[in-house]
């Protein structure tokens, strides 16, 4: 399912100008902080795989847990 997500980003990316990817990014930004869980979903992602965001696996963690329904503290332990 990673792969799923990435190859989208990777898709959009390529697909649309630089005015409009940042456009789509800071919309997805917006959505995430208003609580919608797709969106803070797909945000975790781009932490996750460096796609329209630098890649900080902290704040992929933050944005997945808050997509589930659990917050996003930084309990977050190997």
């Known amino acids: ?3 799923f ?3 989208c980003l ?7 100008s630089p005015d409009a990817h ?4 800071a919309e997805l930004r917006a959505r995430a902080e208003q609580g ?3 969106a803070q979903f797909n945000r975790g992602a781009m932490y996750h795989s ?3 965001a630098v890649q900080d696996y902290k704040q992929a963690v933050f944005w997945y847990r808050k997509a589930a ?3 996003g ?3 977050y332990s190997e």
Not at 10 to 16: E, F, K
Not at 22 to 25: E, P, V, W, Y
């Open 73 to 75: 503290g930084y309990e």
């Open 69 to 71: 329904g659990k917050g």
């Open 10 to 16: 990777l898709v959009t990316g390529l697909l649309c």
């Open 22 to 25: 940042a456009d789509d990014i």
């Open 5 to 7: 997500f990435t190859i």
């Open 36 to 38: 919608l869980a797709s």
């Open 1 to 3: 399912m990673r792969w």
């Open 50 to 52: 460096g796609l329209g």
